[in-house]
């Protein structure tokens, strides 16, 4: 019996009958892949709703990004416009706009009315100021200068259900830090 084996044997292969030749695959075959790629793809189908809505759910953490975003964008338009800004909070109607030192009367009244509303179940407790403490009633503003200094303060949010976040404005580099716990800074120094 005569073999024709036009394959030669190599480190791969192994002849263990003269007509069969086996491989050692090193890899995976499109079958495999496939399963493990939708395997992947419904765990992550299942978890992203669950994520989302946390994130977006959580009426107290996305009003403490957006005021993260604001004070970094009022900073950045302080230095561009090179006019002094204020971000005024107002803890009786639970709201805050922005204002600049030159406006007029009217561009103020216009916006206190275009204020931004807290969401219902989330309230400024009170603002911290280095150099004049706690306001916890009434009007706040946090001045944001036009060499891009911000006045060093801190934004205290609360909810309903009794949680407590701490947004602090470093005064120089336009760092915002939110801590998720309410930090006494007059009992600190």
Request: charge should be neutral; proline fraction near 4%; charged fraction near 25%.
């Amino acid at each position: 019996m005569r073999v024709d084996c036009r394959c030669k044997p190599n480190h791969q292969s192994q002849i263990i009958n003269p007509f069969v030749m086996v491989r050692n695959h090193k890899g995976f075959t499109l079958i495999e892949l496939v399963v493990v790629v939708s395997l992947i793809v419904m765990m992550i189908g299942l978890t992203m709703p669950k994520i989302r809505n946390t994130l977006l759910s959580d009426a107290l953490k996305r009003t403490a990004l957006r005021m993260v975003g604001l004070v970094k964008n009022l900073r950045d338009e302080a230095v561009r416009e090179q006019r002094t800004y204020g971000l005024r909070l107002d803890m009786v109607q639970q709201q805050y706009w922005v204002g600049f030192t030159a406006m007029t009367e009217e561009e103020q009244v216009q916006a206190r009315k275009n204020a931004e509303k807290l969401p219902p179940n989330v309230e400024i407790l009170d603002v911290w100021f280095k150099e004049e403490g706690k306001i916890s009633e009434g009007e706040a503003v946090i001045l944001f200068f036009k060499k891009g200094y911000i006045q060093p303060s801190a934004i205290h949010l609360g909810d309903d259900d009794g949680r407590r976040f701490t947004v602090v404005l470093s005064p120089f580099g336009g760092k915002v830090a939110v801590l998720e716990k309410y930090v006494d800074f007059e009992n600190e120094e």
